[in-house]
């Protein structure tokens, strides 16, 4: 979540406006934020929590820690204590799901979450991934064999200080190796009491169903946001089949969120920003979804984890889910 220039508008063009509403809404505390009473619109999804797996109770509202890492997502970050004040501020601000990677530095973001927060608190999710690597900045390429993804969860427990990983993602399926022989290995993990549960990453419906022949499947993380709705499929399919959604680059990552004017206008009646107002669309679009919005900065984090707390009217809702494709 990068400061952006997008039709004139920027993180820091709405931040002193999203602030004091974020300041408000912040000021009860987690509980205000995640306890927000649900909307009367029987349409929109209200459910201020998930139980990922059926047992993992978390705020809808998670962390994604990639941006917490150096430029490139690769190496330490260049202000390694703003890194883990943020980590901790999360926390402290009511989010129980954290998201991260193998891949993210790599290793570091796994590291600054150790050093940040453990022992970590009763309750708190951290899920992870492994299968893409790193030859260097800003690339990534799949690897999923099966000895690879083993050492993958055992390098990331360590890491991260764990018995066991409570959600495991495969980051990306390898097109050379047979889903069935990476899944196979996350299977015996599972078995082995490394990992709670296992979730995929980037995939169709008919991938999910494969893997669910190998496996107990509980989350999926694809890309989508207001401008981007490739995976809308997939969305659907995890609504009926009762599996969390991760949306990733949720207000439109590197390439940024364009407002538009319909966005503008609902941010301006709800005194907030368009990144609270793109969020609030995300938690009001489907009960399973569970946005990871990552930044660097204690400021946008604190903007961020208000919009749990933001409620669209059903027609402000229509009017940003009509603006599917023009961004």
């Known amino acids: 979540m990068r400061e952006q220039q997008n039709n004139g508008v920027t993180r820091r063009t709405f931040l002193g406006l999203s602030l004091v509403g974020g300041a408000t809404l912040l000021a009860g505390g987690p509980a205000t934020v995640f306890g927000a009473t649900a909307s009367t619109t029987p349409s929109l999804a209200t459910n201020p929590t998930w139980k990922l797996g059926g047992d993992l109770l978390v705020n809808r509202l998670g962390f994604g820690a990639m941006r917490i890492t150096g430029d490139g997502i690769w190496g330490w970050p260049a202000d390694r204590a703003n890194a883990l004040k943020v ?187 368009v990144f609270q107002v793109a969020l609030a669309w995300l938690l009001q679009r489907s009960p399973v979804m569970l946005p990871i919005p990552g930044t660097a900065s204690l400021a946008h984090l604190e903007e961020n984890v208000a919009a749990a707390k933001l409620k669209l009217t059903p027609d402000e809702w229509k009017a940003i889910d009509a603006l599917a494709g023009h961004s």
């Open 87 to 273: 980590l901790k501020r999360a926390v402290e601000l009511g989010v129980n799901l954290i998201d991260t990677a193998d891949a993210y530095g790599p290793e570091t973001s796994e590291l600054l979450i150790a050093e940040a927060l453990h022992p970590y608190p009763a309750g708190l999710v951290i899920a992870t991934k492994g299968g893409l690597t790193r030859p260097g900045p800003g690339q990534w390429k799949p690897d999923g064999r099966p000895d690879y993804l083993k050492k993958c969860v055992e390098n990331s427990l360590k890491r991260l200080q764990l018995e066991r990983i409570d959600l495991y993602q495969l980051h990306r399926i390898d097109p050379k190796v047979p889903m069935e022989e990476s899944l196979g290995a996350l299977k015996e993990m599972q078995s082995a009491g490394k990992i709670r549960h296992v979730g995929l990453s980037e995939v169709a419906p008919e991938e999910i169903e494969r893997a669910r022949k190998v496996l107990p499947i509980v989350s999926v993380q694809n890309r989508y946001n207001i401008a981007d709705r490739d995976w809308e499929k997939t969305l659907v399919y995890c609504e009926k089949e009762g599996l969390g959604f991760m949306p990733w680059s949720p207000i439109g990552g590197g390439r940024g969120l364009k407002p538009g004017e319909a966005l503008e206008a609902v941010a301006k009646a709800h005194h907030a920003s």
